[in-house]
Nanobody
Framework: QVQLVESGGGLVQAGGSLRLSCAAS????????MGWFRQAPGKEREFVAT???????YYAFSVKGRFTISRDNAKNTVYLQMNSLKPEDTAVYYC???????????????WGQGTQVTVSS
């Protein structure tokens, strides 16, 4: 069982930055691919970014060039650096762990509780 706890969300003006963190409670963190997803009100959960156990990264087109996913296996933590934020980035952001590198929520086995990100115009 893997427990994930996100932090770092908040309210920011358009053009600003936030860094989300996700701490995992597992001794085998380095064996998991870690992903970030987001869900806005009335919308389906959507892929944001993922990072493999070896550090390969993949991004949704809508965030590529603005967001950066990274991981620190020594700290069992994955990060999402979000720059040049837009009002349409407003959502609850979730981190998730998987044994595969995927872009679909059903591919992920463990989920955090989410952290709210609100971008004002």
């Amino acid at each position: 069982q893997v427990q994930l706890v996100e932090s770092g969300g908040g309210l920011v003006q358009a053009g600003g930055s936030l860094r989300l963190s996700c701490a995992a409670s597992t001794r085998t963190f380095s064996n998991y691919a870690m992903g970030w997803f987001r869900q806005a009100p009335g919308k389906e959960r959507e892929f944001v970014a993922t990072i493999s156990w070896s550090g390969s990264t993949y991004y949704a087109f809508s965030v590529k060039g603005r967001f950066t996913i990274s991981r620190d296996n020594a700290k069992n933590t994955v990060y999402l650096q979000m720059n040049s934020l837009k009002p349409e980035d407003t959502a609850v952001y979730y981190c998730a762990a998987s044994t595969v590198v995927g872009e679909h929520p059903f591919e992920y086995d463990y989920w955090g509780q989410g952290t709210q990100v609100t971008v004002s115009s």
